[in-house]
């Protein structure tokens, strides 16, 4: 009897160990994975872009961004919005350091255009624009999205 508990004893040390060693296995193995997802949980960059803003188009722009999101309200400003007046919703992209956004007027102000646009995060004041697609109010082709440069 004592050699029957003596191998149980054994058995069941040995289905243990079995057992911890594959759990230790899986968490090694999720490790890195949920380095991963803890890591895309937090901002792509370290950068705020929260605040007024002038572009070369004589506007001003009211950049707002949270986490990896970028939102605007952009206006004309010379006449308080009258000739233009947009907003904005962006995605920062870690990748190649820009900002992919759609945009839209308003009524606030007399354009009529939308579009998306592709903006260079040069630094936390500096945002320059590299590429744009635009629309009328009826669906045709427009160009050209007025700003180029957005300093503060």
């Known amino acids: 009897m004592n050699h029957l508990n003596k191998n149980c004893s054994q058995s069941s040390l040995i289905s243990i160990l079995f057992l911890l060693a594959v759990g230790m296995t899986i968490l090694v193995m999720d490790l890195p994975k949920m380095s991963l997802e803890s890591a895309s949980a937090q901002p792509l960059f370290n950068i705020n872009l929260t605040g007024t803003w002038k572009a070369d188009d004589g506007g001003i722009y009211y950049i707002r961004n949270i986490g ?85």
Do not use: M
Request: charged share 20%; proline share 2%; aromatic share 12%.
């Open 68 to 152: 990896n999101d970028v939102w605007w309200l952009g206006i004309s400003g010379s006449d308080d919005g009258k000739t233009f007046s947009n907003v904005l919703k962006g995605y920062f992209h870690k990748n190649n350091g820009t900002i992919i956004a759609e945009y839209a007027d308003i009524p606030k102000g007399s354009n009529k255009y939308h579009g998306t646009l592709t903006l260079s995060i040069e630094s936390d004041t500096l945002l320059q624009k590299i590429n744009e697609t635009g629309y009328e109010a009826n669906g045709n082709p427009s160009c050209c999205f007025g700003a180029t440069k957005w300093e503060r």
